[in-house]
């Protein structure tokens, strides 16, 4: 298309260190008179209208592209950036964005299915790249991600900004100080109210103003079968990844950063369903998996339906459940207590009685620790580098992976199951207590007992597991192949 008219670093990556990257390239240098960091905004309808006033407000950063495959959303950004006096660029292709040498930095708020392939495009192409989580739609296109980014020399931020909150961080090195003795557990929960998104009859007619091919990219053009176009492909797998992949992965990420794991868990097992209505949306609205690390297990919660049946029709949006004060938070567990982290940017730790004996609070602009690093020339600076996006990334996959090659049981059936395991066993007490509260009938609606699976962390393979590995693989339509050799 034609074109149209002072916050602390403080490198809290660093805490991962066997995470961090492990090259460095030359500082920044503008081939512009200033030292002025251009970027190109991608997926700008929802998120990605955050990004541009996000990146707009650091010093020394202008938005001076925008792209989105719906020419609606991108005509109206780019009109109210020239109201602004920041005109910009508009593409519909981000091909021939990376094209443009004006451009220093890409930044990514598209459907999950893109992410990957946009980050690697844009790395060949010499950009650097703040992309939204989670990073990847599976766990081998999340490595490739990670190997471009070294291989080209890029600084690659994860949009996890919880990564940016002394508050969280300094909670987090507190409790790993042994401040609290010794670290059983973790538990995250993802209690998010979220609604049908309705059924429609048979594939509805793409609007004339969205290049489909483009939004479907990697998954091949294929109909479109949901009543609302944008946001309700979190809800669909073939785009998105469920709360578990949406909001979840913040709190999974939060959780892993506690644990210390610097890499992918050996084991992992799903149990849930999508329950409450019948809908387009494949992907659970409730479910329960436990990453059994061989430490300290990783436990996370989805929850789609509010705490029961009453709360549907009166306040769903206000009644959900909730674990140590929140609906949705993360909590380390130990010996002598645990800490809590309520949100992005806070945390506090509490005795085996409940009774708070320190607390941490700050954040700063996960942005501007991008663009710090990005003039540096030092992935290492980054809060949110690249691997930890992809590991946090790719352990909300194995969760989808489990539930994706399960099949539906009785509960009798899934109770046997689990029983072995202390926290699947109260787990799966905790769902059903949740589905009754709600008027689920369990013999009518039957939750899917994940298939139990077993990862090489080093490899990043499941072992003897042809099928699992074809989802972790994943499939691509011509001219939109994640490559072999990035």
């Not at 780019?78 to 930044?107: F, H, Q």
């Not at 194995?398 to 029983?419: C, F, N, P, Y």
């Amino acid at each position: 298309m034609s074109p149209v008219p002072s916050i602390r670093r403080r490198d809290i990556g660093r805490l991962a260190a066997a995470g961090a990257a492990a090259y460095s390239l030359p500082a920044f240098r503008s081939p512009r008179p200033s030292d002025e960091i251009r970027v190109g905004c991608v997926g700008i309808r929802s998120r990605g209208n955050a990004h541009i006033g996000g990146f707009s407000g650091v010093p020394g950063v202008k938005v001076v592209a925008l792209c989105d495959v719906d020419e609606g959303v991108l005509n109206q950004r780019l009109k109210e950036a020239a109201e602004k006096g920041r005109p910009a660029v508009g593409y519909t292709d981000l091909r021939k964005m990376l094209e443009d040498k004006n451009i220093d930095v890409i930044s990514l708020a598209t459907p999950n299915h893109l992410h990957a392939l946009q980050t690697i495009w844009a790395c060949q192409a010499g950009k650097h790249v703040y992309v939204e989580k989670p990073i990847s739609h599976n766990v081998w296109e999340g490595r490739q991600v990670v190997r471009a980014a070294r291989k080209y020399g890029r600084i690659v931020q994860a949009g996890t900004q919880s990564r940016s909150a002394k508050g969280i961080a300094d909670g987090i090195n507190w409790i790993q100080g042994g401040n609290l003795g010794k670290i059983t557990h973790a538990w995250g929960t993802c209690f998010k109210p979220r609604t049908s998104i309705g059924k429609v009859d048979g594939p509805q007619s793409i609007p004339a103003n969205i290049h489909w091919d483009l939004y479907c990219g990697p998954r091949g053009v294929s109909p479109l079968v949901r009543r609302q176009l944008h946001y309700d492909w979190h809800w669909q797998m073939a785009t998105g990844n469920g709360d578990l992949g949406n909001q979840g992965i913040h709190q999974v990420d939060q959780c892993r950063w506690g644990l210390g794991e610097t890499a992918l868990a050996p084991k992992v097992f799903s149990v849930g369903g999508r329950f409450g209505y019948d809908d387009d949306g494949d992907s659970p609205n409730t479910q329960f998996i436990c990453l059994d690390y061989e430490a300290a297990p990783l436990i996370f919660e989805v929850r789609g339906l509010p705490r029961d049946k009453a709360a549907q029709s009166k306040n769903w949006g206000g009644s959900m459940d909730r674990r140590k004060g929140s609906a949705i938070g993360a909590t380390i567990h130990t010996e002598g207590g645990y800490l809590h982290i309520p949100n992005y940017s806070s945390s506090q730790a509490y005795d085996l009685e409940g009774k708070k004996v320190q607390e941490w609070s700050g954040a700063s602009n996960h942005f501007a620790n991008f663009i710090d690093a990005v003039r540096a020339g030092d992935p290492g600076k980054l809060n949110g580098g690249i691997e930890e996006g992809h590991l946090s990334s790719a352990l909300c996959h194995m969760g989808l992976d489990s539930h994706k090659l399960g099949k539906t049981a009785s509960r009798e059936e899934i109770q046997a199951a689990v029983s072995g395991h202390a926290h699947g066993s109260s787990g799966f007490e905790r769902i059903c207590a949740h589905l009754d509260a709600n008027g689920v009938d369990a013999a009518a609606h039957p939750a899917t007992l994940g298939r139990p699976l077993e990862l090489d962390p080093k490899t990043e393979l499941y072992l003897d597991d042809d099928q699992a590995n074809a989802l972790a693989r994943g499939t691509y339509a011509p001219g939109f192949e994640v490559p072999e050799d990035v």
